[in-house]
C-alpha cells in the first residue's frame, strides 16, 4: 500500500483551505463499530438470502415476517455498536470547519453518537418506524421485536416497516436536496467507506466535482468514486480521519 501521510498533508491543506466542506459516508465507516457493511451482510448470516430481497417493497410483500425479523436482527446489531475514531474525527472537523455538512447513507445512528449534529440521513434510519400505507409513525415496543410478523398501524392496520429507503424505493426529497445544495456548494467533498455502486448517493460526488470541489476519497479498496478523486486515501476510515483530522489542525494551527 502506498504510504498516504503526504496525501493526508494534501488532504489537510485543501481543508484548511476550503469554506464550505460536505462528507459522504456510506456503511465502511460503520465498519469498525461491528456494523457488517453491505457486502458483509450478503456473506454473512443471511447469505441463504438474497439481500436486495429482503430490502424491497415486492421482498416485503412476499414475506413480511421474514424481512421484519432481518430487520429487527439488524436493528439489535446497530444497539450494540458504538462510534469508531472515524465517526469521532468527522465530529471534530465540523467543530474546525466553518461549513461542514455531513450526508450518510447509513441507517445507523453512530455519526449523532459521536457527537455530529444535523446529519442528513439519505437513506432513512433504523431507529424509526412507519405505516407501510399511510406512513404514520410506529413507536417499537419490547415485545414487537421478538414478534414473527410486523406489528399493524394504529392509525390503519396496514402493516408497519421501518423507515428506511428500500430498492427501488424514492429517497426523502428534503434530505436528497439538503445533500445536492451542499454539494453543489462545497470546495470539498470528503467521501468515506462507500461503494459509489448506489445511485443517486453516488451522484453527489460527480455534482461536486462539476462545481469545481476537490474530492477526497477514503476507502479499504478502490471504487468508482476514487477513479474520479482528486486525492485517494487508501485505508480504514477509522485511522485515516483521524490523521486527517489531526493533520488539519496542524495545518491550521
Ligand atoms: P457498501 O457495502 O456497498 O460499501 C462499503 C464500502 O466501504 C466498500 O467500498 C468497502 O471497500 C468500504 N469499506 C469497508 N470497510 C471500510 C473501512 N474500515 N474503512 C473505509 N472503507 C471501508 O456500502 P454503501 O456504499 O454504504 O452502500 C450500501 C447501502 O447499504 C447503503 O445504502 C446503506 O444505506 C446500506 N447499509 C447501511 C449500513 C449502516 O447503516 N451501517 C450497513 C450496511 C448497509
Known amino acids: 500500500m502506498e504510504e498516504i501521510e503526504p496525501l493526508i498533508a494534501q488532504a489537510a491543506q ?49 414475506d413480511p415476517g421474514l424481512v421484519w425479523r432481518w430487520y429487527m436482527w439488524r436493528l439489535q446489531q446497530l444497539e ?10 468527522l465530529a471534530e472537523l465540523a467543530r474546525t470547519i466553518e461549513k461542514f455538512d455531513l450526508v450518510t447513507q447509513n441507517v445507523d445512528d453512530l455519526h449523532e453518537q459521536a457527537g455530529s449534529v444535523g ?29 414473527a410478523n410486523p406489528p399493524a398501524c394504529a392509525a390503519c392496520g396496514e402493516l408497519v416497516r421501518p423507515d428506511v429507503v428500500w430498492f427501488g424505493e424514492g429517497l426523502p426529497l428534503d434530505a436528497l436536496r439538503a445533500a445536492s445544495e451542499a454539494a453543489h456548494g462545497s470546495d470539498v467533498m470528503l467521501v ?32 468508482p468514486i476514487s477513479d474520479r478523486a482528486n486525492l485517494f486515501l487508501q485505508g480504514k476510515s477509522g485511522e485515516v480521519l483521524p490523521r486527517l483530522a489531526k493533520a488539519l489542525q496542524d495545518a491550521k494551527a
Do not use: K
Open 119 to 147: 446529519v442528513v440521513h439519505l437513506h432513512g434510519s433504523l431507529f424509526r418506524f412507519r405505516c407501510r400505507l399511510c406512513a404514520h409513525p410506529h413507536r417499537l415496543r419490547e415485545a414487537e421485536r421478538r414478534a
Open 80 to 89: 450494540a455498536a458504538s462510534p469508531n475514531p472515524g465517526h469521532i474525527a
Open 192 to 223: 468515506a467507506g462507500t461503494s459509489g455502486l448506489v445511485y443517486p448517493a453516488a451522484q453527489l460526488p460527480l455534482i461536486a466535482r462539476q462545481a469545481g470541489a476537490t474530492i477526497i476519497d477514503i476507502n479499504v479498496e478502490r471504487s
Open 14 to 62: 485543501s481543508l484548511c483551505e476550503a469554506s464550505a466542506v460536505v462528507c459522504l459516508t456510506g456503511a465502511g465507516v460503520s465498519a469498525e463499530s461491528g456494523v457488517p457493511t453491505f457486502r458483509d451482510a450478503q456473506s454473512g448470516l443471511w447469505s441463504r438470502f438474497d439481500a436486495a430481497e429482503l430490502a424491497s417493497p415486492e421482498g416485503f410483500e412476499r
